[in-house]
């Protein structure tokens, strides 16, 4: 029997390496009008797209759906200027300059 050298430890770091390559943010343009379910937003924060979403409303009416939920599992959520910038855990949102 052949013996042979395997470094686990390359492997895991190249598996970790594609798998943040596959897991890479994307920023997504949206409308937040009520016609999209909540669910689908929350299902877009959860993989990792930060939303740049038009408010065509009642910020606060339209986002009533998923706001809790994206905080709670530690997304930020920004009101800026007739936009709601939703972004997924780990992806902050700098507001100094505002």
Same mark, same amino acid.
């Given at each position: ?26 920023? &997504?343009?949206?409308?937040?009008? +009520? ?9 877009? !924060?959860?993989? %990792? $797209? @930060? ?24 997304? &930020?959520?920004?009101?800026?200027? +007739? ?9 902050? !949102?700098?507001? %100094? $300059? @505002?």
């Amino acid at each position: 029997m052949t013996e042979f050298d395997l470094d686990l430890r390359a492997v895991e770091d190249q598996i970790d390496e594609e798998e943040r390559k596959e897991r890479e943010t994307r920023v &997504e343009l949206g409308v937040l009008d +009520g016609t999209t379910p909540a669910e689908e937003w929350v299902a877009a !924060v959860e993989d %990792d $797209r @930060l939303l740049v979403l038009s408010v065509d409303g009642d910020v606060n009416e339209r986002a009533a759906g998923f706001a809790r939920e994206v905080t709670e599992r530690g997304g &930020e959520i920004v009101h800026f200027r +007739g936009f709601l910038v939703v972004a997924p855990p780990d992806v902050g !949102v700098d507001t %100094d $300059r @505002l």
